[in-house]
């Protein structure tokens, strides 16, 4: 960091002009994120969770079956089987039904499509990305959401819209597990085994089983012993809390419950255990940071007068905002754009404008810095003036930069600590200490409770094969955890040399952005695109070229570097592999770090050239 007096001090023509007066010391606060960080830092890092399987499997199992689906194993074969039926396979599947195949089959775990929204029905479950841009193929459907951020309810609908519009449930296979999945040299097509015995034989595999789709519990002594109601937000059981996802959780009004964790998920649903707990405790162990939500009604008028093409120029709009570009429109106009309009390259874009000289890459390094912590204070600020009690606000008040944990935009959080009947334990980075029969224990003092319900996310950073479930076993008998056992290893994130006729969707070497969806859809037009190639040339093997695969690995990897020296110095996490964000299989580890805008524009590029590049077609 650039010493103090240079911030503040700087003559004319220096940051410091840009910024105005510093009413804070840089240093002092990078002394105290830093040491945040060190408090919370643990030699197990993500090894402190317990993974959900045998005695923890329960906590995976489906809440929300209406009825069991019984059918005889099917021994059959599909031209594209996609595994995953969330916002990544149906969007595969609509642009593969546009680019006219229509011999498809989704397999998918749940009782129905949805992906997250069939799984995540907690109390206050939403989006907080705009509706209009995250909600897929709303143009195509004819749909327009009620809102400017959807609940989970319309979204989950909305994912059943598109299953129908595509007419995805005739071939479908709910309540079903795939298990295995071996590519056959003789026939050219991959054999796919499920949890119901199913063999069946697909030419083209689409993978698209999310990146945050297996529930993780903390690995604390005693997690077994609490003898009172638990389960994981994931897996809301309205049966026990009454209610649904809008909230009239009666069966809590006599009930002393409890919650681990204070994530993005947690921030939604504890205003309405709040409202409904006879008495509720949030054991927190690091806060989020809680910005304005501020949702609003569709208004038809609006509606009304967008022209055909609107979503993906909102879409391409938001994308380049919150990535980093310039746009003279910020159609959005929202706490996301906000936040990135100040803390990534528009800010240092217009610094250099004001200057009239680029900015030194140390003083872009500075002018960051500088306006994160600047936002950082009004997020502390915030919880200052929203909650009453000085210590609780206190506790309340994220300590790290903007982006080492997710954001979270909320307008009721905050008040929920107001409640007389809600108590925030503040268990200083440290986590709770452990679970009794009665249950949860902080710094020695044991909180009896009769639910206790976590909060506390999914598995990340573990191998892709592992939170698959089961591995790919490609060319030759080569097993895909092996060809990543280094890292992964795609062409353009999608493909994987020797596992040929096989498509990678989400999080694996692509470009993350904060609309998600619009990633997957990328991803799914570029699936389409090769397919329908292969098609016109009469091909049936699709593979990547081992040197085409090497020279994609170093240029992602490359342009990764830098964002994980950021991660450095952030609190645990997700984001950082809980403080290891060297971790091969971290979540931004293999990502294309030189951000959306290029990956969209490559793949665009890629395209065109009409060659395939580094693709082999037999
Ligand atoms: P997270 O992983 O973000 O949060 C888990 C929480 O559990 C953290 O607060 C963590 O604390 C806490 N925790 C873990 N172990 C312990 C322990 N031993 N003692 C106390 N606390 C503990 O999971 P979420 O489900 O909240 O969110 C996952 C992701 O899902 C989000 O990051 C976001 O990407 C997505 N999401 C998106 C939403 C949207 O609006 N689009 C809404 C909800 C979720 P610590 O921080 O210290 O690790």
């Known amino acids: 960091m650039t010493k103090n007096s240079d911030v503040n001090g700087g003559g004319p023509g220096s940051i410091r002009d840009i910024l105005g007066t510093l009413d804070f010391d840089p240093d002092k606060l990078k002394r105290k994120y830093l040491a945040e960080r060190d408090r919370r830092i643990r030699p197990d890092g993500i090894d402190q969770y317990v993974e959900v399987t045998a005695q923890f499997s329960r906590y995976v199992d489906d809440p929300y079956i209406e009825a069991q689906i019984h059918r005889e194993p099917l021994k059959d074969e599909v031209e594209v089987v996609i595994i995953g039926g969330g916002f990544g396979g149906l969007l595969a599947a609509a642009r593969l039904r546009e680019a006219g195949f229509g011999d498809i089959r989704v397999i998918e775990k749940a009782s129905d499509f949805g992906g997250t929204w069939y799984w995540n029905r907690y109390p206050g479950a939403m989006c907080d990305v705009e509706s209009y841009c995250y909600l897929p193929l709303l143009e195509e459907l004819n749909y327009m959401p009620r809102h400017k951020y959807s609940f989970a309810p319309e979204i989950f609908e909305h994912s059943k819209r598109i299953a129908r519009h595509y007419d995805l ?61 638990t389960f994981h937000t ?82 391409d709009n938001f994308n380049t905002l919150v990535s980093g570009g310039h746009e003279d429109v910020d159609m959005v106009s929202d706490g996301w754009t906000d936040i990135f309009r100040n803390l990534t390259g528009i800010a240092a874009k217009l610094a250099a404008e004001e200057l009239g000289r680029p900015l030194t890459s140390r003083e872009r390094a500075d002018l960051m810095e500088l306006s994160d912590y600047r936002k950082m204070n009004q997020i502390r600020a915030r919880a200052e003036a929203i909650v009453a009690d000085p210590t609780v606000a206190e506790s309340l008040k994220p300590w790290y930069r903007q982006f080492c944990k997710r954001p979270c935009f909320h307008d009721e959080y905050l008040p929920t600590f107001n409640r007389p009947n809600v ?44 939170r698959a479930g089961y591995d790919i076993v490609g060319r030759q008998g080569k097993a895909l955890s092996d060809h990543w056992s280094g890292g992964l290893r795609t062409l353009n994130g999608l493909q994987s040399h020797g596992f040929p006729n096989c498509f990678f969707m989400g999080f694996t070497q692509t470009a ?24 016109t040339r009469a091909k049936t093997v699709v593979d990547v070229m081992p040197d085409a695969e090497q020279a994609y690995v170093e240029e992602a990897q490359a342009t990764t570097r830098q964002g994980l020296r950021f991660y450095a110095e952030c609190t645990p996490g997700y984001y950082n592999s809980e403080g290891r964000p060297g971790n091969r299989n971290g979540f931004f580890t293999d990502m294309y770090g030189a951000g959306p805008i290029a990956f969209f524009e490559k793949l665009e590029k890629w395209r065109a050239a009409g060659n395939l590049p580094g693709l082999l077609l037999e």
């Open 169 to 229: 449930y005739a071939n479908a296979c709910l309540q079903t597990g795939v298990t295995a999945l071996h590519w056959q040299e003789d026939t050219n097509q991959w054999l796919i085994n499920t949890d119901r015995g199913d063999l069946i034989r697909a030419k083209y595999v689409a993978m698209a089983n999310g990146p945050l789709s297996r529930p993780k519990l903390p690995g604390i002594p005693g997690i077994s012993d609490f003898k009172g109601y």
């Open 234 to 315: 994931s897996r809301w059981d309205y049966g026990y809390t009454g209610g649904d996802s809008t909230g009239g959780l009666t069966g809590l009004k006599d009930k002393r419950v409890g919650i681990i964790g204070t994530g993005a998920t947690a921030v939604q649903c504890i205003p309405h255990l709040g409202e409904w707990a006879q008495h509720l405790t949030v054991f927190q162990r690091t806060p989020s940071s809680i910005d304005e939500r501020n949702n609003a009604e569709t208004d038809p008028l609006w509606a009304a007068q967008l022209e055909p093409g609107w979503q993906q120029r909102r879409m």
């Open 423 to 466: 108590e925030l334990v503040d268990t200083t980075g440290l986590g709770v200490e452990r679970l009794t029969e009665r249950g949860v224990v902080v710094n020695g003092r044991e909180i009896e409770l009769d639910c206790l319900i976590f909060a506390t996310g999914f598995e990340v950073g573990t191998s892709y094969t592992r």
């Open 512 to 535: 993350v952005t904060v609309n998600v969806p619009h990633t997957l859809n990328e991803q799914a037009r570029h699936i389409a695109y090769i397919l329908s190639e292969a098609r």
